[in-house]
Each structure stands twice: as C-alpha cells, then as structure tokens.
C-alpha cells in the first residue's frame, strides 16, 4: 500500500502525461521485480495498438505499435469485456498459447494484462510481464479475479491488488 501511495504522490508533482505513463511502467515494473512493463493505447477501431510507456531490463522508452490479429481471439475478447488476463504460463495457457511465439520472441513466458475500459470501449492496457513462469491462486481472492480498472488511478489499485493476489513477482 506504501508504494502506491508514494507513486501516486509523484504522479501528483507531474504535469507530462508521458512522464506519467513513464513513471507508472518504470515504478511497477521495479516495484514488483518482473521484466517488463508496458502501457498502450488502441486506435479508434480497436485493430491496432501503440505502446506509449515500456520499461523492460533498466531502459525506458515507447514500444512498437501491435497489430491486436496477432494475439488470440479469446485474449482480446476478455480484455474488450473489461477482464484482466492472468497467463502464469504463455505456453500452457488456451488464451495465450497461440499466439505463445509473440510472446517468446520478447523474451515473455508469464503476462498479466489490465486493460482500461471506458464507455465500453477497450481504451489501453497495462501489461506486466516475466520471463519466468509464474504460479498464482485465483481462488485466494475474494472476487476470483481483480476489478476491472478504468482510469489511471484505478489501475494504480489494480497494481495494489495485484500485488495482494500474487505477491511480489
């Protein structure tokens, strides 16, 4: 709870929604010790999405834009409906293992993907992501799976929730 309370306290003194963005990837990606960490946004027609923040082995910068035909129906379809999607294992999981080799080629063997819903629309995503494997409980949450976020600062409570559910990566 102190490391969202000290991160949303530095997004206050931010004027730059690039700096925010930055600032947000960088903090959780080190905050809970995984690989990468990665915030995009989807055009207009939900086809394409570009990756604004990305912070992955100590370097900060923007991503590639992504072609969303490239991920699984099903992985896209819960994102669209406002679910996170958990995938311990990109190989093992039905959602992920499909499109598993976009996975692998960055270097990415568990993902866990918030998307940011607003008027029923996919808007962004955050997307954690590790190179290792990683067990998880869903049964140990109360709700089964995180709140769906919708806004920045919600999804600021989803890294707070995640970090409850899955512990520290």
Known sequence: KQFILTLSDAIQELDDPGAVLELVTRSVAEHLGI??????????HEQQARILAQYSAGELG?????????????????????????????????????PAGVFEAANVRA???????HENRLHAFLALAHRVQHRHDHASHAGGRPRR????????????EVEVVFGLW
């Open 149 to 160: 976020p919708s806004t920045i600062a919600e999804l600021l409570h989803f890294v707070g």
């Open 62 to 98: 923007s991503g590639p834009t992504l072609r969303l035909e490239c991920f699984s129906g099903e992985l896209i379809d819960e994102l669209k409906s406002g679910r996170a999607v958990v995938a311990g294992d990109v190989r093992q999981d039905p959602r992920t293992s499909r």
């Open 111 to 117: 993902v866990l993907c918030a998307p940011v819903v």
């Open 35 to 44: 690989s990468r960490a990665s915030y995009g946004e989807l055009d207009d």
